[in-house]
């Protein structure tokens, strides 16, 4: 270890602001598609603030404590974020964009097939809704890796953000081994749904919050499945947040971790 590390954590994060309010440049009244971005956004605001309290407790430690803790830790971990279904990237973007608007230190991550819904299983086509669109066509398909990579490029996001393309039975293995402190699943189906919350819930930091963009869809009633299934035994409770009047769909909910 060297002094520089030291200094290194002792050091205020200088360009980090944040304030629970959201700091959005839009006015009201939103367009349905902001909007819809409000509740992700939320959550991503909180996941950064918990994220926040953690390190500047950190730094509350008295010079041998920190001196411990360079030791134990000689890199301060950056704020780690992951979200599985990116589809043509705005949800992605937009949190990115929250991220380093507030200065913060951060990687984040996006896994997706860039080629839309894979097959559907036998536990989705028992539960999609009669004519659900998804059963002959498959959904998501207009996007690719390369529009999304180019979004994040033209924002000044493509060395904090990185894609990872193919099913996620592929790509979550090869990821490194790492602790998260946000974590947003939009993948609609119900394997998906427990492939992502198998592999990230037990790599989630306390106080790290898990989003679901799903749960109450009227159109994936497999995602609540799996996710009710995934947590009976586990002790956070879901919070809901709720935007709009079309109650079922402008539902979205999301867990902190203990
Ligand atoms: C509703 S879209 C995501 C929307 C996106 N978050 C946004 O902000 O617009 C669902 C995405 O999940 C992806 N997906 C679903 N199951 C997957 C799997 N097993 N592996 C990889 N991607 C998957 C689909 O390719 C699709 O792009």
């Known amino acids: 270890m060297t002094e520089s590390d030291i200094i290194t954590l002792s050091k205020p994060e200088k360009k980090l602001r944040f304030s629970a309010a959201l700091d959005f440049s839009y006015r009201p009244p939103f367009e349905a598609i902001f909007a819809e971005r409000v509740p992700v956004l939320q959550a991503f605001a909180l996941a950064m603030a918990n994220y926040s309290l953690l390190s500047s407790e950190r730094r509350t430690f008295g010079l041998w404590g920190r001196v411990r803790r360079a030791l134990s830790s000689p890199v301060k971990a950056p704020f780690r974020a992951v979200e599985c279904g990116?589809?043509?990237?705005?949800?992605?973007?937009?949190?990115?964009?929250?991220?380093?608007?507030?200065?913060?230190?951060?990687?984040?991550?996006?896994?997706?097939?860039?080629?839309?819904?894979?097959?559907?299983?036998?536990?989705?086509?028992?539960?999609?809704?009669?004519?659900?669109?998804?059963?002959?066509?498959?959904?998501?398909?207009?996007?690719?890796?390369?529009?999304?990579?180019?979004?994040?490029?033209?924002?000044?996001?493509?060395?904090?953000?990185?894609?990872?393309?193919?099913?996620?039975?592929?790509?979550?293995?090869?990821?490194?081994?790492?602790?998260?402190?946000?974590?947003?699943?939009?993948?609609?189906?119900?394997?998906?749904?427990?492939?992502?919350?198998?592999?990230?819930?037990?790599?989630?930091?306390?106080?790290g919050i898990m989003f679901f963009d799903d749960y109450h869809s009227i159109d994936y009633p497999m995602a609540a499945h799996a996710i009710n299934e995934f947590m009976q035994d586990k002790p956070e409770k879901l919070m809901h947040l709720r935007f709009g009047d079309d109650a079922a769909n402008r539902t979205k909910c999301f867990f902190i971790k203990y």
């Open 86 to 207: 990116v589809y043509t990237g705005s949800s992605l973007v937009a949190c990115a964009k929250m991220a380093y608007d507030a200065g913060l230190s951060f990687e984040m991550i996006g896994l997706d097939t860039f080629s839309g819904l894979p097959e559907l299983s036998e536990t989705d086509l028992r539960l999609a809704p009669a004519g659900a669109k998804y059963i002959n066509t498959t959904l998501f398909a207009d996007t690719t890796f390369d529009h999304v990579q180019s979004k994040l490029v033209e924002r000044g996001l493509a060395g904090s953000v990185q894609l990872r393309q193919g099913l996620f039975s592929q790509t979550l293995p090869a990821l490194p081994e790492q602790r998260y402190h946000f974590v947003n699943i939009d993948c609609d189906l119900y394997d998906p749904h427990l492939e992502c919350l198998s592999y990230f819930y037990p790599r989630m930091v306390p106080g």
